[in-house]
């Protein structure tokens, strides 16, 4: 099963550091792609935009977004120079997502209902105080270079 | 001016059209908005992250353009009905010369007898003057100073916050035009000014930040860069319209569409913009906040309708984003295609002449591309139909890459001239009579890049100013 089955993705360009959104169809199958596009998998699956770089680049952080079914990758020195620099015909790197959900996720996936989280539930009381923000998805960073 | 729409205040809530989403973007949504969209405000965003430096290098040429290109058609197509509405409309379209493009509006507003029209000019965002001055500025995400590009600089624009076009609507502008100025404060500087929000208050003015983001590309969270048939299918694509955001005094606000126009908007759609080009969604910077995305809901609230809740803010930074515009050399490229039997072997022949052709003579100065459109130029080889192990699994590839019956060899070379440049174009051409057998339709083209980098500049540093032109 690819990736496309179960998601659906954008990309963005901030200079040199490409960004991908993956987003579940369906509440029920975020716990899955939380579990399975790690930011190591998303690293291995597109490393011949990540590899050969500079120190620093090739570094993939993901955010997670429970109430969205999103997930948030951000790739640093994926789109060789960024769109001002680069040599690649597709200098914005918009077809990353896309490339992102050619991911082989494997077949024989059982619904996990148990902690799937409702899409959209009504929003918290507005936590007090903005200097220390309430969101709590995790951060994976990914210093080493394969 | 005759107000023929309900005020802000009449209604409890603003509403703002999105007429336009980037430099290049569609004019005839921005008109149907203003004919049927019942809006107070319209909003185009037209301004990239390089646009204002090549709009520079045109004003250095003729010193009377250096903004948008379509200024002019876009608003020959809405100003006449925005006056008679009493809409007021704000615009990044100045690029690099907003004087120009606000005399020039004054012009085609005094032409169809528009007298008494307000057009308003926010300047200040060019800081060229005030970089040179600091060759010691760190440049970010990257090694090395301003003082490093050396002689190469051409355009040094701040990102303004919303000040400058909130003064202008204050004083009363119908048509507000301005340069750079951060996407969302082109959004964020209604709502200062109709609500009289106080601008250090973090979380309302996150909530406008919000909406300015999820607007400022236009049709992106209606359905527009979206579809994906048989998976998320767009209805009425080819009749896209751009959206419209009803924001109310307490920054919840929907996102919805004209109805009749094509597109959709749902939380999916919403989804994919609300996140698009946001790094950590908890802290999203701009001129005017920090704002965080995090816990923000979309709930379907009507057909076509999603409401908006929960952004939050912290105090803005303080200092400016600077995008500073520097020559980089020069790109030499072109694209020969081969078809037919054994097309895949004789472009990767192409390819190899063409290689060792360069090579030998040197003219790569950097970094060359040596690729096949249909095989591995955008995807880098990823995925199924390229010789990848998804090949070998039943149904995801059947198509590999040696049955392939066309494909575009593709030659791309960084060079420190333009003669350089010019002869890699023209190794291409060379491929008509002294390549393999049967390729056609070639192009080059020889392209002078201007790149661009960041620097931080202190708030105190960059005025904005505002000045109006005379209808």
């Not at chain 2, 290109?69 to 007021?88: F, H, K, N, Q, Y």
């Amino acid at each position: 099963m690819l990736l496309h089955a179960l998601a659906h993705a954008r990309s963005g360009d901030k200079g040199n550091v490409s960004d991908i959104t993956v987003i579940a169809y369906e509440a029920r199958d975020f716990p899955l792609l939380r579990g399975l596009v790690t930011a190591e998998r998303v690293q291995r699956h597109l490393a011949a935009f990540l590899e050969g770089g500079e120190a620093g680049e090739g570094e993939v952080r993901r955010y997670e977004l429970p109430h969205l079914g999103a997930l948030k990758f951000v790739l640093e020195g994926a789109l060789d120079g960024g769109v001002t620099r680069s040599l690649s015909l597709d200098t914005h790197g918009k077809c990353l997502g896309s490339l992102l959900l050619g991911m082989d996720i494997g077949d024989d996936h059982e619904p996990e209902s148990e902690s799937a989280p409702e899409l959209n539930p009504e929003p918290p009381e507005p936590p007090e105080p903005p200097d220390s923000p309430q969101w709590s998805g995790t951060r994976t960073s990914h210093g080493t270079r394969r | 001016m005759v107000t023929l729409q309900a005020s802000a205040s009449e209604r409890g809530a603003l509403r703002i059209g999105s007429g336009a989403g980037f430099a290049d973007d569609r004019i005839e949504p921005a008109v149907q908005l203003v004919e049927s969209g019942d809006i107070q405000y319209l909003v185009f965003e037209c301004l990239a992250e390089r646009s204002v430096a090549l709009a520079e290098l045109e004003r250095r040429r003729d010193p009377a353009r250096g903004y948008n290109p379509w200024l002019a058609d876009r608003m020959t197509a809405v100003l006449p009905e925005c006056a008679r509405r009493g809409i007021r409309v704000i615009t990044n379209m100045g690029a690099a010369n907003p004087r120009a493009a606000g005399a020039l509006v004054a012009e085609l507003a005094r032409a169809r007898g528009l007298r008494g029209l307000s057009v308003a000019v926010v300047t200040g965002d060019d800081v060229l003057d005030r970089i040179l001055e600091r060759p010691d500025l760190p440049l970010l995400e990257r090694e090395g100073t301003v003082g490093s590009l050396g002689d190469r600089v051409v355009s040094a624009h701040a990102y303004l916050g919303c000040e400058g076009i909130t003064h202008a609507l204050s004083q009363g502008a119908d048509v507000v035009i301005t340069g750079r100025v951060a996407d969302p404060s082109l959004y964020i500087a209604p709502l200062v000014h109709e609500f009289g929000w106080d601008t250090s208050d973090w979380d309302l003015i996150a909530k406008g930040a919000c909406a300015g983001h999820l607007m400022e590309c236009g049709a992106q969270v209606m359905g527009g860069y979206f579809a994906d048939p048989g998976h998320k299918d767009v209805p009425g694509l080819a009749d896209l319209g751009f959206p419209i955001a009803e924001v109310h005094p307490d920054g919840t606000f929907t996102i919805s569409k004209l109805p009749g126009s094509g597109g959709l908007v749902t939380p999916a759609t919403c989804t994919e913009q609300l996140l698009y080009e946001v790094h950590d969604p908890s802290a999203y910077p701009s001129a005017d906040v920090v704002a965080d995305f995090s816990e923000v809901r979309l709930d379907e609230s009507g057909h076509d309708t999603v409401l908006v809740r929960g952004a939050r803010g912290r105090r803005r930074p303080d200092d400016l984003k600077v995008s500073v515009g520097y020559r980089d050399g020069f790109t030499g490229e072109g694209q020969i295609s081969y078809a037919g039997p054994n097309a895949l072997p004789r472009a990767r022949l192409a390819l190899d002449v063409l290689r060792a052709r360069i090579e030998k003579q040197g003219i790569a100065s950097g970094a060359a591309r040596y690729e096949l459109i249909g095989v591995d130029a955008v995807s880098r080889g990823i995925g199924p139909g390229t010789g990848s192990a998804c090949d070998l699994r039943p149904g995801l590839g059947t198509a590999g890459p040696d049955r392939l019956n066309e494909v575009r060899v593709r030659v791309a070379a960084r060079t420190d001239t333009e003669d350089g440049a010019r002869r890699i174009a023209h190794e291409v051409s060379a491929m008509w009579l002294n390549g393999p057998a049967g390729g056609g339709g070639v192009v080059t083209s020889v392209t002078e890049r201007i790149a661009i980098a960041s620097v931080f500049l202190p708030r105190s540093d960059v005025t904005p100013s505002v000045t109006f032109a005379e209808v």
